[in-house]
């Protein structure tokens, strides 16, 4: 099983890496270092944003998202997928 997920995160990243830099890329309100939070654009490593409030990172995340047209994903404390707005002419 532990094949399996590994094989899953690879794909994951390439599906980043291939939208990364185009109109595609989305923006994710993820948790950052140990107190903070962070906007990061898909496939790119260092934040747009952070702030130790996640109400700010939120709010920039949806502010880039629809001035791209595209998603912004908010992640829970423990990574996970709890929100998303959809931005997309």
């Known amino acids: 099983m532990a094949g399996n997920n ?6 994951q990243k390439e599906y980043f ?3 990364a830099g185009t109109d ?3 923006f ?3 948790p ?3 107190e903070g939070w962070a906007v990061k654009r898909e496939g790119q490593d260092e934040p ?5 409030s996640k109400s700010e990172v939120v709010n920039e995340a949806k502010k880039l998202a629809e001035d791209a047209g595209t998603m912004a994903y908010i992640h ?3 990574g996970q ?3 998303q707005y959809n931005y997309s002419n």
Request: aromatic fraction near 4%; hydrophobic fraction near 15%; glycine fraction near 4%.
């Open 76 to 78: 829970d404390e423990d």
């Open 48 to 52: 747009e944003f952070t702030s130790g």
């Open 32 to 34: 950052h270092d140990d």
């Open 28 to 30: 994710h309100a993820v």
């Open 17 to 19: 890496k291939d939208r």
């Open 81 to 83: 997928i709890e929100d």
């Open 24 to 26: 595609e890329a989305r």
């Open 6 to 11: 590994q094989n899953n995160e690879t794909e």
